[in-house]
C-alpha cells in the first residue's frame, strides 16, 4: 500500500512563498506519477500540478502557471510545490496524490489518482 504525506502548509502573505513537501512510500517511487491538489471551501477539488513518473512531463493549472513550479527528488521520493508570488485565491486545503504507472488517465485528472494524502492548509492573507 502506497502512502503519501505532506508537510509545509502555513499562513503567508500575499506575494510571499511557499514549498510543499509530498513523501511517497510503499512503492518504487519511479512507478508513480505524482500531482498536487487542491479544494478551498465550498468548491471542488482541483488538479494544481502533476509529474510523470520520469518528470519529462508535466502539468500545470492555468491559475498557477509560471508561479508554482513542480519537482520530484528521487533519492527522497519526495515531490515538491514550490508556490511563488501567492495570491488570495490561493487558499486552499492542498493534498498530494500518487499513480500507479500503470494506471491510465491524464495527469490532472483526480481519478487518475490511487492514493491520497492527508492535505495541508496554505492560507494566504493581505
Known amino acids: 500500500q502506497v502512502q503519501v504525506v505532506e508537510s509545509g502548509g502555513g499562513l503567508v502573505q500575499a506575494g510571499d512563498s511557499l514549498r510543499l513537501s509530498c513523501e511517497a512510500s510503499g512503492r518504487p517511487f519511479t512507478r508513480l506519477h505524482m500531482g498536487w491538489f487542491r479544494q478551498a471551501p465550498g468548491q471542488g477539488r482541483t488538479a494544481v500540478a502533476a509529474?510523470?513518473?520520469?518528470?519529462?512531463?508535466?502539468y500545470y493549472a492555468d491559475s498557477v502557471q509560471g508561479r508554482f513550479t513542480i519537482s520530484r527528488d528521487g533519492a527522497k521520493n519526495t515531490v515538491l510545490l514550490q508556490m511563488d508570488s501567492l495570491k488570495l485565491e490561493d487558499t486552499a486545503v492542498y493534498y498530494c496524490?500518487?499513480?500507479?504507472?500503470?494506471?491510465?488517465?491524464?495527469?490532472?485528472?483526480?481519478?487518475?489518482?490511487?492514493?491520497w494524502g492527508q492535505g495541508t492548509q496554505v492560507t494566504v492573507a493581505s
Open positions: 509529474i510523470n513518473w520520469s518528470g519529462a512531463d508535466t
Open positions: 496524490a500518487a499513480s500507479d504507472v500503470g494506471h491510465s488517465g491524464s495527469l490532472h485528472n483526480p481519478n487518475s489518482y490511487d492514493y
